[in-house]
């Protein structure tokens, strides 16, 4: 998949959609890439380089070990690390390279992403979408293109998740896809116990298959 007018193109596992393990479509959205240009071509296929290398163990990062972990019990082999990440797409919000973690995107960096956003909905047509960052998601469910969907109930001996989250979760439609968020996987409110108790009703309620 190429969109002319994106920095970063998606990342589409092979099984994406109805044959992945999860039986639908499950796009995950985080907020931003940190680092310096490589060039538009070397930019273009980062985050294919990014995940390839997190599936071979060649490169590691808890951002990355805690969504699958949020996701599937286990993806501790490459085999296994293969599976989950052919069965979704990941798409990095803003498209613009930052110079560091914790520093916020721009109103014009925020503004360019939006639309690049809805083109990207539009063609990967997912029926499940996961904001890996709240403050993506808090951008988006202020658009009244995304109304208000009914709101994920927490079960109450999820413990991990109750520390984290309140119950019930927000939700929203974004086109036929249920889409709601998770704290930064990377954060302390964060990690992959506590959203489990997120993932895993967002997925069912989007009638798909979990498997954690």
């Not at 071509?41 to 071979?56: A, G, P, Q, V």
């Not at 925020?110 to 993506?136: D, G, M, N, S, Y």
């Not at 998601?137 to 109304?147: A, L, N």
Request: aromatic fraction near 12%.
């Amino acid at each position: 998949m190429t969109i002319s007018n994106r920095l970063f193109q998606p990342w589409v596992g092979k099984r994406y959609g109805n044959e992945s393990i999860f039986k639908i479509p499950i796009l995950i959205v985080g907020e931003s890439n940190y680092g310096i240009s490589e060039g538009s071509e070397r930019d273009s296929t980062f985050t294919h380089r990014l995940i390839n290398s997190i599936i071979d163990a060649s490169w590691r990062h808890n951002f990355f070990s805690n969504i699958q972990r949020t996701f599937v019990e286990n993806a501790n082999t490459q085999e296994l690390r293969t599976e989950f990440w052919h069965s979704v797409a990941h798409h990095e919000y803003i498209q613009h390279w930052l110079p560091r973690p914790k520093v916020a995107p721009t109103e014009e960096m925020w503004t360019t992403a939006q639309p690049i956003f809805r083109e990207i909905v539009a063609e990967l047509e997912p029926k499940c979408i996961l904001f890996v960052c709240k403050r993506v998601f808090d951008r988006i469910s202020i658009s009244p293109d995304f109304p208000v969907s009914t709101p994920l109930s927490i079960d109450e001996n999820n413990l991990f998740t109750l520390k984290s989250y309140k119950s019930p979760h927000p939700v929203i439609k974004i086109d036929n896809a249920l889409a709601s968020w998770i704290y930064h996987p990377t954060s302390h409110l964060g990690g992959f116990r506590k959203p489990r108790g997120i993932v895993s009703p967002l997925i069912e309620a989007a009638g798909g298959k979990t498997w954690v």
